[in-house]
C-alpha cells in the first residue's frame, strides 16, 4: 500500500466500473446464547472508501473480525477477488493483502516505533535483524504523514494521538489492498486528519479499497462513497453517500430519529461553590490554573491537543505532581500526593483510555463495579458475595448498564456500556467531583445521548461536575460554563450561553486572553 502521488499510481478501474474487491455474503456468527450476526452482506468495490455505521454492539466488529480471520462464519462467505476465502487467522488475511487497524490501540509500549511497525517481520542482515534499514524504512512511512515522530521513539513515550499515527504507518507498510479502519480519528489533532484523509485519497486513487468504521458522522461526507448500516447484528441498507444525510444515517442506526443531540439540562447551577482549585502548576506542562465548581454546575474543560487541560486534570487528582497550587473541596484544603488521596477524599478521574486506566476489562461488571471500595462490601477482611453482588445489581440498574449478567467480562461490553461501569465504580466510591476526560470517544451517538444524561443527573444530585472534551458541540450543548486552555494556561472562563465555536477556538488558540 505505497503513497504516491496521483500521476504514479497504478491503473485501476473507476467506481462506477462497480470492481468488487471484498463481499460478505450472508455472514451469521452465533455466540451461546447471542446471535452476533444475522445474514450480514457487505460489498466492497477497488478504490472506494464504504462507511460502516452502527451502534455499538450492531455487530460491525464481529464482521470485522469474521472478514479477517479472528472468528468463522457459522453460515455465509467471505469472498476476496473473486474467491471464496477462509482465513484461519488475522495473519492469513493479511498476508493476501487484508489489513486493520483497531480503534484499540495494538502497540507494544517498551518497543520503539519502528520495532512496532515492523513486529514480526523485521528485515535481517544475515542472523540478526537489520535495525538501521528497518528504523529508516519506517521514518519513510512517518514522513508521509507528517508527524514529528521518530523511528527510534519508544512508543510508550507518545501520546495516545501519536501511538494511533503510528498504528496507521504500520498499516501502510503493509502495502494491503484492503484497509479497515476503525475509528481512526478519534484521539488525532484536526491537522492530523487532514493529513489523514489526503492518504485515504491517495489510497483510493491507488485501487484500494477501504472500509471506514466511525462515529463521528459528519466528517464522513470528506471521503466516503458509499454506506452500510448495522442493527443489533442485522445489516439495515447500503447507499451511495451523496443520497442520504446524517439524519438518515442515524435514525437508520437507532431504528428512530434523532430530534435532539443532547438532552434537555435537568440540573442548573446553584451559587454554592463546592470545589476549587488555585494557581495549579505542573512542571512545563500547567501554569496558574484557577477555577471554580458550584453545585449543580457541568463545567468544560475546552482546548486544543495538548493545551494541559488532561494534565490540569491529572495534576489534581494526583496521578502526576503538582508543584504548586490548592485544591479545595467542601472549604477545605486536601493534600493529595497520590490518586488514593483523591479518591479517599472524593475527587475521581475518569480516563480518556478507559481500557487502559478505567476498566480491569478481563473482571467481571461485579469486580469492577467495587474494585475501588472494597471495604464497603467486605467483612473481617473478605468480600461478602452477596454484598458485592446486590451493590453491583443497584449500580447496573441506577446506570442502565445494558448486560446479561452482573458476572459479564467487561471486555465483552459495548463502548457506552464499558463507561457506565467505571462510573458505577467511582459512584460506588461515593465520589464528589467527578472529572470525566472525553467520555464519549468511541462511543455511538446513541450512547452518547445516554451518557449525557447521566452527566446531567449526576449534576442534579450535587455530585461536581468537570467535562473535558475536545468536542465543541458537547461543550455547547452539555455544560454552564467552559475553561479554555492554551498551552497549559487557562486564557478564559467562558458563561456557555453567551459563547460560540468560533470565540472558544480564538481562546483556545491564544488569540484572545480574559483577565481572570
Request: aromatic share 6%.
Amino acid at each position: 500500500m505505497t503513497v504516491t502521488s496521483q500521476s504514479n499510481t497504478r491503473p485501476t478501474a473507476a467506481l462506477d466500473g462497480r470492481e468488487s474487491i471484498l463481499s460478505a455474503k450472508g455472514v451469521v456468527k452465533r455466540f451461546p446464547g447471542v446471535l452476533a450476526l444475522d445474514n450480514v452482506h457487505l460489498d466492497l468495490y477497488r478504490g472506494e472508501v464504504h462507511a460502516l455505521c452502527g451502534e455499538n454492539g450492531a455487530g460491525k466488529s464481529t464482521l470485522m473480525k469474521v472478514i479477517t480471520g479472528l472468528y468463522q462464519p457459522d453460515e455465509g462467505q467471505v469472498v476476496y477477488k473473486g474467491e471464496q476465502r477462509h482465513f484461519s487467522t488475522i495473519q492469513d488475511a493479511q498476508d493476501v493483502g487484508i489489513t486493520i487497524i483497531h480503534q484499540e490501540l495494538n502497540l507494544v509500549p517498551h518497543l520503539t516505533v519502528a520495532e512496532n511497525i515492523y513486529l514480526g517481520r523485521e528485515p535481517k542482515k544475515g542472523w540478526f535483524v537489520d535495525k538501521k534499514k528497518m528504523e529508516a524504512d519506517a521514518q519513510v512511512y512517518l514522513d508521509r504523514l507528517k508527524v514529528n515522530i521518530k523511528a527510534s521513539d519508544l512508543v510508550l513515550s507518545l501520546t495516545v494521538a501519536r501511538q494511533q499515527m503510528v498504528e496507521i504507518a504500520k498499516a501502510l507498510s503493509l502495502n494491503a489492498e484492503v484497509l479497515i479502519m476503525d475509528e481512526p480519528t478519534s484521539s488525532l489533532t484536526e491537522s492530523e486528519i487532514d493529513r489523514l484523509f489526503e492518504i485515504i485519497h491517495e489510497l483510493k486513487s491507488q485501487g484500494v479499497g477501504i472500509i471506514y468504521i466511525s462515529h463521528r458522522l459528519d466528517e464522513l461526507k470528506r471521503i466516503v462513497d458509499r454506506v452500510t448500516i448495522m442493527r443489533d447484528g442485522g445489516y439495515v441498507w447500503t447507499k451511495d453517500f451523496g443520497d442520504v444525510t446524517v439524519d438518515d444515517i442515524v435514525a437508520a442506526m437507532v431504528g428512530r430519529s434523532l430530534e435532539e443531540k443532547f438532552p434537555e439540562r435537568q440540573s442548573s447551577p446553584s451559587e454554592d461553590v463546592i470545589f476549587e482549585v488555585k494557581g495549579l502548576c505542573r512542571e512545563k506542562l500547567c501554569s496558574n490554573v484557577s477555577f471554580t465548581l458550584r453545585r449543580g454546575e457541568i463545567l468544560g474543560f475546552a482546548g486544543l491537543m495538548g493545551a494541559g487541560r488532561t494534565e490540569a486534570a491529572r495534576a489534581i487528582f494526583g496521578a502526576d505532581p503538582k508543584t504548586a497550587g490548592e485544591v479545595i473541596l467542601g472549604g477545605k484544603t486536601l493534600s493529595i500526593a497520590a490518586p488514593v488521596d483523591a479518591i479517599e477524599q472524593g475527587i475521581a478521574y475518569l480516563s480518556e483510555d478507559r481500557k487502559l486506566n478505567g476498566l480491569a476489562v478481563k473482571m467481571t461488571i461485579k469486580e469492577n463495579v467495587t474494585m475501588a471500595n472494597l471495604a464497603a462490601v467486605s467483612s473481617h477482611g473478605f468480600i461478602d458475595d452477596a454484598r458485592e453482588a446486590r451493590a453491583a445489581r443497584e449500580m447496573v440498574a441506577k446506570l442502565s448498564v445494558k448486560t446479561p449478567s452482573i458476572n459479564q467480562v467487561a471486555k465483552n461490553l459495548s463502548g457506552g456500556n464499558q463507561q457506565k461501569v467505571v462510573i458505577g465504580k467511582w459512584l460506588f466510591r461515593d465520589s464528589k467531583v467527578l472529572f470525566f476526560d472525553e467520555p464519549t470517544r468511541g462511543i455511538d451517538v446513541g450512547a452518547k445521548f445516554a451518557i449525557y444524561q447521566l452527566l446531567d443527573k449526576l449534576a442534579s444530585e450535587g455530585i461536581g461536575v468537570v467535562l473535558i472534551t475536545s468536542e465543541l458541540p458537547e461543550i455547547l450543548g452539555m455544560t454552564d460554563r467552559v475553561v479554555v486552555f492554551h498551552e497549559g494556561e487557562v486564557m478564559g472562563i467562558l458563561e456557555t450561553a453567551k459563547t460560540n465555536q468560533e470565540e472558544i477556538m480564538q481562546y483556545a488558540s491564544g488569540v484572545k486572553r480574559m483577565a481572570l
